[in-house]
């Protein structure tokens, strides 16, 4: 080589945007992926839904139930409902079960307002639901806004009443109140995270008092009404019911150019659909795969239907033990992709980020090799070697990818559930998706990074 132009093509290394290298086919099978993750998007706001959904979309994949003590099948495609809150998929390859299982585990719960266990009340004309956050939501956003309600009443006598208000257009929504400026001015001058309390967080629910009645509580009586015809619950129901405030609004194409998907709980569907869908499709790799859709990441992985369970180490032990293989080399060999968000670089705020380290909109899927805050206190920071296998990996079917970290250095962070499979000595990295207004109530994406986070689960399931 002679000159610098050719020196540094050779040696620099330059992010690229999807755009720069695919063909006009490849973004046209972006757009067309991206219908499937709407639909998808509109039909699970809560883990429960996502579990259905997920169910709906294996079984129809050829993938059948499995339970706890069954042998599973060379060849078989399983999938694990866990108390309808969490799934795991798996399908066991042809090759030696101790050359391990490649592992996709994402979340399906997002930042929500739950209902307390005693939510109905009234006061001065209206009646509210009492309700205690889920996760790490900014308070003020969700204020003002179309608000809709799903989730389960489960009655003393062991039936499962499902409910959703809000998601068709001829359903009533649910909103909460926030303060008018013109009496806002104290409100406008305490910080931000200060100016909605929790205790604020009031679901508004109904106005008009039951027909006649001269008692007090007739508007609560009338809410209970309702909702004693529609579902045959009373108010004590509510003390065995999970039910969930979450944003009335589908999922909607954003901008002129229909490149970027607005939606509620991108965080972390964004990954979890293109992880379930790579298996559905990878089913008759040679390796064993799962994919992992857990609940209760939003509030620390805890609980049995969290990553910190010990379900998922239980199917790993079954699969080895049916097919003769110790579930400690199993576990030794096998790979994991933590699949979730990461910040996108926004322009708006370029404080709080360090650019050259940001993941960018539009650049392909994002690699974290470490989460954590301060100096990665909680980071998995997964090793050079398995970042390399990646690389390959995805470098041979021509992902775009990008490595990322989640804000600048000392400005806050995060974690993923990383850690609790990496701590199973499982070779862990976090991948996903660049989000922009991460936890929002409406949260945006690029079509072209869904697409990329996909081919990335297909290249992770079927390289060598
Ligand atoms: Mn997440
Ligand atoms: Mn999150």
Known sequence: ?????????????????????????????????????????????????????????????????????????????????????????????????????????????????????????????????????????????????????????????????????????????????????????????KPLGEAIPGEKLNVLVGSRPFDGADETDAI??????????????????????????????????????????????????????????????????KHTLMCILADKEETGSDGNTGMKSDIFMDLINEIAQSLGGNPAVVRANSKCLSADVSAAYDPNFPDVFEKRNTPLLSCGVVLTKFTGSRGKSGTNDASAEYIGWLRGAMEKEGVVWQAGELGRVDCGGGGTVAKYIAAHNIETVDLGVPVISMHAPFEVIAKVDLYEAYRAFVAFCTAE
Request: hydrophobic share 40%; aromatic share 10%; with cysteine.
């Open 220 to 285: 609560k009586l009338n809410t209970l009404a309702l909702l004693h015809e529609k579902y045959g619950i009373t108010e004590a129901d509510f003390l065995s019911a999970e039910l969930c405030v979450v944003p009335a609004f589908k999922a909607r194409d954003i901008g002129f150019d229909r490149s970027l998907i607005g939606a509620y709980g991108h965080d972390d569907r964004v990954c979890a659909y293109p992880a379930l869908s790579a298996i559905l499709e990878c089913a008759d790799s």
């Open 1 to 189: 080589m002679s000159n610098a132009k050719e020196w540094s093509e050779k040696l620099f290394y330059k992010k690229k945007t999807v755009y720069e290298s695919a063909s006009k086919q490849a973004l046209d099978a972006a757009h067309d992926y991206a219908r499937g993750y709407a639909a998808f998007l509109d039909a699970a706001k809560t883990e429960r839904e996502a579990v259905k959904e997920g169910i709906r979309l294996a079984t129809a994949a050829g993938f059948v139930p499995y339970t706890l003590g069954e042998r599973v099948q060379r060849g078989g495609k399983y999938y694990y409902n866990n108390r309808g809150k969490s799934l795991i998929l798996f399908t066991v390859g042809s090759e030696p079960i101790e050359c391990g299982i490649r592992i996709a585990a994402a979340h399906i719960d997002a930042p929500r307002i739950d209902l307390k266990q005693c939510p109905l009340y009234e006061e001065s004309g209206m009646s509210f639901f009492k309700t205690h956050y889920y996760g790490g939501i900014r308070k003020y956003q969700w204020v003002a806004t179309p608000l809709a309600l799903h989730g389960v009443v489960a009655m003393a006598d062991g039936s499962v009443i499902d409910v959703s208000v809000g998601e068709d257009e001829r359903d009533p929504v649910f909103y909460i109140n926030d303060l008018l400026p013109h009496l806002g001015q104290e409100q406008s001058k």
